[in-house]
């Protein structure tokens, strides 16, 4: 019998990467965890095991900070990796612009330990997360991966970086197998409703937002700009069930093994342009709730209509979203009536 490959996946205690460890677990990989739970937890981990039936023994966990290069060099000595899927971050636009060098420290120091303790491995396959926010304020819709690229904060320029610095180690050593990956907006949760996203403190995103006024946790959503140039004149974004976000990561291992594949590139959205007040009827329609709305002006740096050109990954990755923006709502709405407080309840309330 061939042995099961085995894949460290940086950040999987948190939304997108307990997803994504599932999906893994699901599809017969071993799966190793490194997280510092700066914003996750490790319930999130014990639940994916459960989640996973039999095939839960396949994962391990290691709570480290990627910064922690020796911790990191043990993990890689006691484990010959496949690859890496590194999601391990901070994410919080806002934050970024009052804390920069967090950031920098936080996602760059991190990334280049990682890429440096792969190397003296020899492990040189790699899936990075990146995000749409490299295309700033696209001139046009959809996004295709050829876009001028720019960053309109701190979190958008380690995204940036950190991809050039992907592409120049493959330009330097043709080893390197490179997959960014550049998720649009995810949203939604495991149909379980077992597993979901859970921020700490008031959530910058929409959907987080909506989901903790729908339980109560706030009064009303604030709507940042009812002007722009779009059907309703609020922002229009491609939301994408994180399920199939985690199924495109999978696509992407697999196309790692293919011959030449250097350092590449794809979008992983819907390819579907919703604005927010449409994001808002899904959700009240799917949970049943009425979400109070505050119309307010534009957030700074916030793009008008970021939507995603999908055939490069179809093509190439034989990966396409099937979730619409009902799943989503639903999925979103079973996980947070079943979790309205996450995974931690707050001991006093
Ligand atoms: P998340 O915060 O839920 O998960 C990130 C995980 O990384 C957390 O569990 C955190 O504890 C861990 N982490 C952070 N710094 C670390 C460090 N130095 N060492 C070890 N662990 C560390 O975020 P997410 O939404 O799952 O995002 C995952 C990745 O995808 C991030 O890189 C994020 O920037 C990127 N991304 C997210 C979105 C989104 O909207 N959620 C969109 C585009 C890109
Ligand atoms: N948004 C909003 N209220 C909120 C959070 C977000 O109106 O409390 C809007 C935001 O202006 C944007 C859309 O929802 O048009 C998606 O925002 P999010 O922060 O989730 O994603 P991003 O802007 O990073 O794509």
């Not at 990989?29 to 014990?46: G, K, M, P, Q």
């Not at 839960?56 to 890689?76: Q, Y």
Request: aromatic fraction near 10%; charge should be neutral.
């Amino acid at each position: 019998m061939l042995m099961a490959k085995s894949i460290l996946v940086t950040g999987g205690a948190g939304y997108i990467g307990s997803h994504t460890v599932l999906q893994l677990l699901l599809g017969g990989y071993r799966t190793v965890i490194v997280d510092n739970l700066d914003n996750s937890s490790e319930i999130a981990v014990r639940r994916v095991k459960e989640l996973a039936g039999d095939l839960g023994k396949n994962l391990s966990f290691h709570k480290l900070d990627l910064r922690d290069k020796r911790a990191l060099e043990k993990v890689f000595a006691s484990t010959p990796f496949e690859a890496v899927i590194h999601f391990a971050g901070l994410k919080a636009v806002g934050e970024s612009v009052q804390k920069p060098l967090l950031y920098y420290d936080n996602n760059l120091v991190g990334t280049i330990t990682l890429l440096e303790v792969m190397a003296a491995h020899g492990c040189k396959k790699l899936v990075f997360s990146s995000s749409a926010t490299v295309y700033g304020w696209p001139k046009e819709v959809p996004c295709t991966e050829e876009f001028p690229l720019s960053a309109a904060n701190p979190y958008g320029r380690t995204k940036l970086f950190i991809e050039e610095i992907c592409r120049d180690i493959y330009s330097s050593d043709s080893e390197w197998k490179i997959i960014l990956l550049r998720y649009f907006n995810p949203v939604g949760a495991h149909p379980s409703g077992y597993i979901g996203e859970d921020p700490r403190g008031i959530p910058n995103n929409l959907m987080p937002f909506v989901q903790q006024v729908a339980v109560g946790r706030r009064p009303a959503l604030t709507v940042f700009g009812t002007d722009y140039s779009t059907k309703d004149g609020t922002g229009v974004r491609d939301y994408i069930h994180v399920v199939d976000l985690a199924d495109g990561h999978i696509a992407a291992l697999r196309k790692l093994d293919a011959a030449g594949i250097g350092c590449e590139v794809y979008n992983l959205g819907t390819g579907k342009g919703t604005s927010v007040l449409e994001m808002v009827a899904a959700f009240e329609k799917a949970s049943g709730k009425k979400i109070p709305l505050v119309m307010s002006a534009r957030r700074p740096g916030d793009a008008e209509i970021v939507y995603a050109s999908t055939h490069k990954a179809e093509k190439e990755l034989n990966w396409k979203a099937k979730y619409g923006i009902d799943e989503m709502c639903r999925d979103q709405w079973n996980w947070a009536s079943k979790n309205p407080y996450g995974y931690e309840p707050p001991k006093s309330n």
